[in-house]
């Protein structure tokens, strides 16, 4: 029979027995139909890109064989690539004699890029890297495999979208040198595609001046073309920017300093402060206030001076107190619009200021002018003259430098610290003459006979002397006493007690202040005379009084007890029928009377009507 027999390496036609291909091993022998073909195959490696299902592949080298079915050439590719729709396989050719076999390959045919992605990629990704040709400025996009990016070009720039192109940048910042000063660098960077050259900002954060805590540093952000953030630092002391901006880098020192003059004239006492300031290149805007020293360790805000002093900038104010005392100038942040100094409400509704700036802060002092006139020489004494609580009043002006223009009037205030007992504050006016060597004058207030005014004047010091009624008494017109502090005049002519009303509170036991003005003042303290009783109120209250015999007499009880039990006297009066007091007892008697009398008993008639005017006596009265 006719087979093809293996000899060797080759397949060759040959005429065997049947019984000889019977006997032989498998594949010994191949069918022969005649044709040449059918008596070789063919066998080799094969390249593909064994798709990885997530648009990747990887490449591989496997074996595969052909044989002829009598028609065409059947190819056997190892493994289960053929038929999978995403692997792509190489194109196979061989040739033996004038015979060919050959396979199309996979998903390489001309209307796909397997032919790319398998023999120039070779099954690897494609990435683009930014190249420089010698000599040329910019930079232009080429694609190579992965691996080739990662070794060949892996010190190139990556494109961003595909573009090369080139931004330049930089930031400016102030580099701290300690002790307050700075030194101005730029930091730049050049971007090629989407990479960073010339910055690296790992460094930059964790040594370079990003890792600098006195630097000031702005916030800043590079990016590609196409305002791609590649990175982006929020800045450092981003509070101190200005310094950059406005100053260079070269920090202005905050000052404050003040100066001031005290007035040498008593009558315009106070004095005139200048403040020289230079705000900070620190501060935004500094706001100040003048403030007075309570004398306790606070202070009494004054309110703002001038006009809010921007940042690094230089100012000058003056202004005038009309006070001695130690003051302060202090300077404030200025809120936001800039607006003059003001307070801060407390949840406790108490305002305080805001925290002053110490360097800003200027203390000065106005004296007192020497020599000044003062009233401290005054005297005011309560006295009681017949039953008349009077005021006696020296009042001492000392004006050693003749300053002082006297006024018409001194006044004498009595103070009531009760607050809301008593009514208000009581002033008496004291007409004030100054007669030429000195003499007397009437007060056209005063009481008869208590209404001189005594002045004189020796070596700057005038003196007046004189009295007034205490606030409350009151006189008639012989000069005897109607009232009395803290006593009213009823409509009868008696007197209750109202203290503390018309002006009882005088009386207290403790003595009242009395602030007593000419030009200077000053405040001394008086004593009601209330240990004399003629001025202690109204005088006692004579009343009837029923004597032993059934006749009224005259007598005393305390002006207090009669107010307090009127109803229950009757006051004295000598010009009224029976001294005003009520007429005798009536005795009783039976004359004139009718008596109808009913004997029973048999008792006597006399007998009834014994002792009926008393022991012994018996009127003779007749029966019905």
Not at 536 to 553: H, L, S
């Amino acid at each position: 029979m006719q087979i093809c027999k293996l000899v060797g390496d080759t397949w060759t036609g040959a005429w065997i027995l049947q019984s000889e291909r019977d006997a032989a091993p498998a594949g010994t022998y191949r069918a022969w139909t005649g044709d040449p073909q059918d008596c070789f195959g063919f066998s080799g490696d094969v390249d593909l890109c064994h798709a990885d299902g997530d648009g990747g592949y990887t490449l591989m080298t496997v074996g595969w064989t052909a044989e002829w079915d009598g028609s065409a050439w059947v190819f056997d590719i190892e493994g289960d690539h053929q038929g999978d729709s995403a692997d792509i396989i190489d194109k196979i050719e061989r040739w033996e004699g004038p015979y060919r076999a050959a396979y199309d390959g996979q998903n390489i045919g001309p209307d796909t890029d397997g032919w790319a992605v398998l023999h120039d990629n070779r099954c690897e990704d494609v990435v683009g890297v930014c190249v420089q040709e010698e000599g040329q400025k910019h930079w232009e996009t080429i694609w190579v495999r992965e691996s080739e990016a990662e070794t060949t070009y892996a010190d190139n720039p990556r494109p961003s979208h595909h573009s090369c192109e080139t931004v330049r940048d930089s930031v400016e910042i102030c580099h701290a040198l300690g002790e307050g000063q700075y030194e101005l660098l730029s930091l730049p960077w050049t971007v090629i595609g989407s990479t960073i050259t010339g910055f690296d900002p790992e460094e930059f954060e964790e040594s370079g001046h990003g890792a600098h805590t006195g630097d000031v540093i702005p916030g800043f952000a590079i990016t590609d073309v196409n305002d791609n953030v590649l990175y982006e630092f929020a800045g450092l002391n981003t509070d101190l920017g200005p310094l950059i901006d406005m100053f260079g880098c070269d920090p202005v020192e905050g000052t404050g300093s003040a100066t001031s003059s005290s007035s040498e004239i008593c009558t315009a006492p106070g004095g005139t402060y200048g403040f020289d300031v230079t705000v900070s290149s620190e501060h935004a805007a500094v706001v100040f206030s003048l403030q007075r020293s309570n004398g306790d360790g606070t202070w009494e805000d004054l309110g703002p001076i001038g006009q809010a002093v921007g940042r690094g900038e230089t100012a000058n104010f003056t202004g005038f107190v009309d006070r001695a005392g130690d003051y302060r100038i202090i300077g404030t942040a200025a809120p936001a619009p800039l607006l003059a100094v003001t307070s801060v409400a407390q949840s406790e509704g108490v305002e305080v200021l805001p925290a002053p700036l110490d360097l800003y802060t200027a203390l000065f002092t106005v004296t007192s002018p020497s020599d000044c006139a003062t009233i401290d020489g005054t005297v005011v004494t309560g006295v009681c003259s017949d039953g008349v609580p009077f005021l006696d009043y020296t009042v001492v002006l000392d004006d050693p430098q003749g300053e002082v223009t006297i006024p018409d009037v001194a006044t004498l205030t009595f103070v009531n610290d009760t607050t809301a007992d008593g009514g208000s504050d009581y002033v008496y006016e004291v007409p004030l003459e100054t007669p030429a060597g000195g003499g007397t004058y009437t007060d056209p207030q005063g009481e008869a006979g208590m209404d001189t005014i005594t002045y004189s004047y020796a070596d700057g010091v005038h003196t007046w002397t004189g009295h007034a009624l205490w606030p409350g008494g009151s006189v008639d017109a012989t000069g005897t006493a109607t009232g009395w502090p803290g006593w009213e005049l009823q409509a009868d002519g008696t007197y209750i007690e109202v203290t503390p009303e018309n002006y009882g509170w005088t009386r207290d036991a403790d003595g009242v202040e009395i602030m007593v003005a000419v030009n200077p003042e000053t405040t001394v303290s008086a004593t009601y005379p209330a240990a004399n009783p003629e001025c202690d109120g109204p005088p006692p209250v004579e009343i009837c009084v029923a004597t032993d015999d059934g006749g009224w007499e005259g007598g005393e009880i305390s002006a207090a007890e009669y107010a307090a039990n009127k109803d229950s006297y009757t006051v004295w009066d000598e010009e009224a029928a029976n001294n005003g007091c009520p007429e005798p007892p009536q005795e009783a008697t039976l004359e004139g009377s009718v008596i109808r009398l009913r004997l029973c008993g048999g008792l006597p008639v006399g007998a009834l009507l014994a002792d009926a005017d008393g022991p012994g006596q018996h009127r003779g009265l007749r029966p019905r």
